[in-house]
């Protein structure tokens, strides 16, 4: 009988150490706390589930706050999140320069920062540990080479038209895109003349109206480049409805959507530039990790952008 009990005392034993190591790994877990600006978007929202699924192989306990694109709700949400003293904040900005105040505060706090995504002027560079995410100028830059390789398919030569969708005014992504592709294009292949541009806010209907407003204002165009993948579908469905073949024009999106694959697949677009949603968020989570490790990780992260054209879509995310 004495026996018996003593076996059961040992499980019991054995449970609730179990149960205090349990708690004890939940104590360490480092607590981070990501800081976006919407989920309604699909990029942000598969941005998440990237995030998400390396944070749980991390080990990291998260805490995700949204603004929806409000920069004022997001400064709001730093202040409530340093009360909170996270181990690390990830910052995905709403607005890089109105976020500079906040990231100071962070930086005050003495809490680690990773900067994801949009990067702010690098003059503020030393309120931040790290920065993951795309490379935009040289993303800019790429879509620029492709529509130079595109002309030459078509045969259009070294000379013709291109027009721009841009994405919301101001913002890095369009920006640094703009300014890559115009000077890749200036300095290799300055015949391909950007002629006009119009925002569409990464929005495909808006980027049919505008691209429908380019069309109409400028004849012969050969070549559009539309800052992300929503955009693309937009011109195609305005080419199409103008009476333009879309599949005799060089459109060059950015993203590597499943909507651009299927386009470029059909033939309907020429090429986009990869930029997955997934290792986006996973970078800036395996940064968070190293910084709450102690470690000192590389300070820029760039993500891989290459060109996906019909022979070579098997590099965008949507299709592994």
């Known amino acids: 009988m004495n026996f018996r009990k003593s076996i059961v005392s ?17 104590a360490d877990q480092p607590r981070v706390a990501l800081l976006m600006p919407t989920q ?79 990067m702010p002027d690098q003059k503020y560079s030393r309120y931040w540990k790290v920065f993951t995410g795309p490379n935009d100028i040289s993303n800019g830059e790429v879509a620029a080479k492709t529509m130079i390789q595109g002309f030459k398919e078509k045969g259009y030569g070294d000379k013709g038209k291109v027009i721009v969708i841009n994405g919301p005014m101001g913002t890095p992504p369009q920006v640094q895109r703009y300014q ?9 292949a300055p015949g391909i003349e950007v002629v006009g541009s119009q925002p569409a806010d990464w929005d495909a ?49 950015h993203g590597c959507d499943s909507g651009a694959v299927e386009a470029i697949s059909a033939g309907k677009a020429y090429a986009t530039v990869e930029q997955s949603p997934f290792d986006d968020g996973a970078y800036a989570a395996r940064a968070a990790k190293d910084l709450a490790s102690g470690k000192a990780p590389q300070a820029i992260q760039y993500l891989p952008n290459p060109a996906a054209t019909k022979t070579t879509l098997n590099v965008c995310y949507s299709k592994k």
Do not use: H
């Not at 990237?50 to 080990?59: D, P, R």
């Not at 005050?108 to 995504?117: E, M, T």
């Not at 070549?223 to 103008?242: C, F, H, M």
């Open 10 to 26: 040992c499980f019991v034993l054995a449970a609730v150490a179990s149960a205090f190591d349990t708690s004890v790994r939940a």
């Open 205 to 253: 209907v808006k980027a049919e109206a505008a691209a429908s407003a380019l069309f109409t204002q400028f004849k012969d165009v050969k070549g559009v480049y539309t800052e992300n993948d929503s955009q693309l579908r937009g011109v195609v469905t305005a080419a199409q409805r103008l009476g333009l073949d879309p599949s005799k024009l060089v459109i060059i999106g």
């Open 40 to 118: 309604s978007v699909e990029y942000w929202a598969l941005y998440v589930k990237g995030f998400v699924k390396e944070a749980a192989a991390q080990g990291l306990k998260l805490d995700v706050k949204v603004s929806n694109y409000d920069p004022n709700e997001q400064a709001t949400l730093v202040d409530q999140t340093l009360a909170q003293k996270p181990d690390v904040i990830v910052l995905v900005p709403v607005d890089s320069s109105a976020m500079v105040p906040s990231i100071r505060k962070i930086d005050q706090a003495k809490i680690p920062l990773v900067i994801s995504n949009s």
């Open 180 to 188: 890559g592709f115009v000077e890749g294009l200036k300095k290799n």
